[in-house]
């Protein structure tokens, strides 16, 4: 029995080597891809922004004389933000910088054209800016949403994969950081897109 002991040994110290080296791979990859599928969420909403931002271009347009150098900002803000995707398996910190430049230039330009709107009474009385304004509120909320549960998402997978001993695992099974969405200075505010004008005009 004695000069099995130290095989028996051995035998559970590679099983409990091999258990522990499954856990980690299996949970890294649970909570990669979870925080994958959270990347997408955020596109989706950035999409829906997108769609209903070219909804109000097609009612802007139908104004007289609105100021078009403002609506082609917007048209050429939302085609560069709309030709910004990232694969959610090259989530880099570069990748992330370029989409959310993208999408800050869509945020700013949609502004001036919202308060250049206020000066069109026709668009002020047409229904599907009333519309447009519960919409767009209500998408802008789940944009924020969508970004923090990435976020949280991004979080638990790389605390899984930095403590130590996982951390010499992650390095074996060539699991790396993930880049966290790092919002624009002031774009944690939504931007006003309320259309209250009643009250302005009150």
């Given amino acids: 029995m004695k000069k ?31 925080a994958k599928t959270t990347w997408s969420n955020v596109e989706s909403a950035y ?4 769609d209903l931002i070219g909804n109000l271009v097609k009612t802007v347009q139908g104004a007289a004389e609105f100021e078009k150098s403002t609506l082609t900002d917007v048209i050429n803000a939302r085609a560069k933000a709309t030709s910004v ?15 959310q430049q993208a999408q800050a230039g869509l945020t700013g330009a949609l502004s001036k054209l919202l308060v250049s709107v206020e000066r069109y009474p026709e668009l002020k009385a ?3 800016f009333l519309e447009l304004q519960s919409q767009l509120e209500g ?11 990435f976020n949280e998402g991004v979080n638990k997978y790389n605390k899984h994969i930095k403590v130590f001993p996982n951390s010499i695992l992650a390095g074996i099974f060539n699991f790396d950081d993930m880049s966290r969405y790092k919002a624009n200075p002031g774009s944690e505010n939504a931007p006003d897109v309320n259309f ?6 009150a």
């Fill in 4 to 34: 099995w002991l130290p095989l028996i040994i051995i035998g559970v110290l590679l099983y409990l080597a091999y258990s522990w080296a499954k856990g980690f791979n299996n949970e890294a990859v649970v909570l990669q891809e979870d």
């Fill in 47 to 50: 999409q829906r922004r997108n």
């Fill in 85 to 99: 995707n990232i694969n959610a398996g090259d989530l880099t910190a570069s990748n992330m910088a370029q989409f």
């Fill in 126 to 128: 047409n229904k599907n």
């Fill in 139 to 149: 998408t802008e909320n789940r944009i924020n949403v969508a970004r923090d549960r």
């Fill in 196 to 201: 209250d004008f009643d009250k302005k005009a």
